[in-house]
């Protein structure tokens, strides 16, 4: 269906000529949550508000700025970013990213349970064990069984993880299909995503592990490089929506005009 060399062969085509475009896009979503953050000293609540309410449709809008560049040969308005700000597109578009976040987050509790359950009795199996004269590393280390439960543990919450995992690959198409249409509904765009990453979840974690490198090296140059790779991950992702998407349409899992697209008939009537 499709190839992580055809994918970013096409990401680079669509940049060319609007690489600093895209960079701004991607600089400006990403510093609207990092200043979120700096004003947890002012705003006690601000970040958790950012989080909610400005981020989702943010997220949302560089998305639809993503696809509608792959889609015209003209460069897409900077303002596409804030399109999910109009037209009564927020309380849809914000309410479908928290189910998401909140599904994501309930499947995640899975492999936090075990360490929540178990390990405070762990420890305080250690408090109520030991000896009074004992210190507290020479209790802890000796006693092999209780670092063999602890390593028991650890191994269950990341079996527990798994789950998680495959959701989030579930979900991962999520604010692309709220791009083309925000008004779609959270639990047919949640359910479409699963149909339409069905059998492509272990290509696309491939996908992102391809740029694990290019973030590495991002990361060494004080983090700094990260902004540089961010319209190429985005741009690639773009692709690989719009090949998912056309899958889609052949597999009759949705329309295009579920989608938000008018047929091409609409202007010849």
Same mark, same amino acid.
């Given at each position: 269906?499709?190839?992580?060399?055809?994918?970013?062969?096409?990401?680079?085509?669509?940049?060319?000529?609007?690489?600093?475009?895209?960079?701004?896009?991607?600089?400006?979503?990403?510093?609207?949550?990092?200043?979120?953050?700096?004003?947890?000293?002012?705003?006690?609540?601000?970040?958790?508000?950012?989080?909610?309410?400005?981020?989702?449709?943010?997220?949302?809008?560089?998305?639809?700025?993503?696809?509608?560049?792959?889609?015209?040969?003209?460069?897409?308005?900077?303002?596409?970013?804030?399109?999910?700000?109009?037209?009564?597109?927020?309380?849809?578009?914000?309410?479908?990213?928290?189910?998401?976040?909140?599904? #994501?987050?309930?499947?995640?509790? #899975?492999?936090?349970?075990?360490?929540?359950?178990?390990?405070?009795?762990?420890?305080?199996?250690?408090?109520?064990?030991?000896?009074?004269?004992?210190?507290?590393?020479?209790?802890?280390?000796?006693?092999?069984?209780?670092?063999?439960?602890?390593?028991?543990?650890?191994?269950?919450?990341?079996?527990?993880?798994?789950?998680?995992?495959?959701? &989030?690959?579930?979900?991962?198409?999520?604010?692309?299909?709220?791009?083309?249409?925000?008004?779609?509904?959270?639990?047919?765009?949640?359910?479409?995503? &699963?149909?339409?990453?069905?059998?492509?979840?272990?290509?696309?974690?491939? #996908?992102?592990?391809?740029?694990?490198?290019?973030?590495?090296?991002?990361?060494?140059?004080?983090?700094?490089?990260?902004?540089?790779? &961010?319209?190429?991950?985005?741009?690639?992702?773009?692709?690989?929506?719009?090949?998912?998407?056309?899958?889609?349409?052949?597999?009759?899992?949705?329309?295009?005009?579920?989608?938000?697209?008018?047929?091409?008939?609409?202007?010849?009537?």
């Amino acid at each position: 269906m499709w190839s992580r060399s055809e994918l970013k062969s096409q990401a680079k085509t669509v940049l060319q000529g609007r690489y600093w475009t895209a960079f701004l896009v991607c600089l400006f979503v990403g510093g609207i949550g990092s200043a979120g953050a700096t004003l947890t000293s002012f705003i006690p609540f601000a970040p958790l508000a950012v989080s909610l309410f400005i981020t989702p449709p943010l997220i949302v809008g560089q998305s639809r700025w993503f696809s509608r560049g792959r889609e015209a040969a003209a460069v897409p308005a900077f303002d596409q970013v804030f399109s999910l700000f109009r037209g009564g597109s927020w309380g849809p578009t914000v309410g479908a990213m928290l189910w998401m976040y909140l599904f #994501l987050f309930l499947w995640s509790l #899975l492999a936090v349970f075990p360490l929540a359950v178990f390990v405070p009795l762990l420890v305080a199996a250690r408090v109520f064990r030991r000896p009074l004269d004992h210190p507290w590393p020479e209790s802890l280390a000796g006693d092999h069984v209780g670092a063999a439960l602890i390593l028991v543990v650890v191994f269950l919450a990341l079996l527990l993880a798994i789950p998680a995992f495959v959701k &989030m690959y579930s979900y991962r198409m999520v604010p692309w299909i709220l791009a083309d249409n925000p008004r779609i509904g959270y639990d047919r765009a949640l359910k479409l995503s &699963m149909a339409l990453t069905q059998g492509q979840r272990w290509n696309i974690f491939v #996908l992102d592990l391809s740029f694990l490198g290019w973030f590495i090296l991002g990361l060494l140059a004080c983090g700094i490089g990260t902004l540089f790779v &961010m319209p190429y991950y985005w741009a690639v992702y773009a692709e690989l929506y719009a090949r998912l998407r056309h899958s889609g349409v052949e597999r009759a899992l949705c329309t295009m005009e579920e989608l938000g697209f008018i047929p091409a008939n609409h202007y010849l009537g």
